[in-house]
């Protein structure tokens, strides 16, 4: 019988992964605002969507730094200091499609200390990774009552995250709770479509509580394609 991978096994190999992967050139980007305009004022803070910009452009955006290489987002702990903390959007997130950096960093500080909030009306990470084929990580952060509907950018499809093709997930102690997608993967989405280069989606130590996929599509909580291939350890499933 073949052992059952384990969790410890799992963060070994991603930190492997990514410790072969990166390139040397590195930058970290701080959130200081739980506020979100779209498109971006330059107010002298560092928003979410800002960062994403700058992550995205390698320059920087009213007060984040520029990214560079293999980034990083991280929260300030000023912006956390009430708890329960929530940025809520105001329009779709920017796609992540940076054409040099081969890694994409979002580092939360807790699931119970920060969420990003679609407002029933938005979704939040569209990955749209050009032909090199990046990899992304999601650490420690709530995502929630994200919506991906018809009509809007994002193909209906993936509330919180839309994987677009050829992309390497990893996501780790992450709470998807109460996202909807019109089509398919009310939480995540991955195409499934001949012309999809292969995804990768690793799930850990996370948590799917009451999300929706109302399509044909299906996918209540992670909808997977024909080029994918998931592993899931150490999480739950509630509707």
């Known amino acids: 019988m073949r052992a059952k991978p384990t969790y410890s096994a799992l963060v070994g190999l991603s930190l492997g992964l990514s410790l072969y992967a990166i390139p040397l050139q590195a930058a970290t980007i701080?959130?200081?605002?739980?506020?979100?305009?779209a498109p971006s004022v330059d107010d002298g803070n560092c928003t979410l969507r800002e960062a994403i910009e700058a992550a995205n452009s390698d320059a920087s955006i009213d007060a984040c730094n520029a990214g560079n290489g293999a980034d990083t987002i991280e929260f300030l702990p000023a912006i956390l200091s009430g708890g329960n903390a929530s940025i809520t959007l105001v329009d779709n997130l920017s796609d992540i499609s940076d054409p040099v950096s081969e890694s994409l960093t979002l580092q939360g500080p807790g699931t119970n200390l920060l969420s990003i909030d679609g407002d029933n009306s938005y979704t939040m990470f569209y990955l749209n990774s050009p032909a090199n084929d990046q990899t992304f990580y999601f650490n420690d952060i709530t995502l929630e009552s994200g919506l991906a509907t018809i009509g809007s950018s994002v193909e209906a499809s993936g509330g919180a995250i839309h994987i677009t093709s050829g992309e390497t997930v990893f996501i780790n102690q992450v709470l998807f709770s109460q996202n909807t997608a019109d089509n398919g993967g009310g939480a995540i989405f991955m195409p499934n479509s001949a012309n999809s280069r292969p995804i990768s989606l690793t799930i850990s130590r996370s948590t799917f509580n009451t999300n929706t996929a109302n399509g044909?599509?299906?996918?209540?909580?992670?909808?997977?394609?024909?080029?994918?291939?998931?592993?899931?350890?150490?999480?739950?499933?509630?509707?």
């Open 216 to 239: 044909s599509m299906g996918g209540g909580a992670i909808r997977g394609g024909n080029a994918s291939s998931t592993l899931i350890e150490d999480s739950s499933f509630y509707k």
């Open 30 to 37: 701080f959130v200081d605002s739980l506020t979100d305009a």
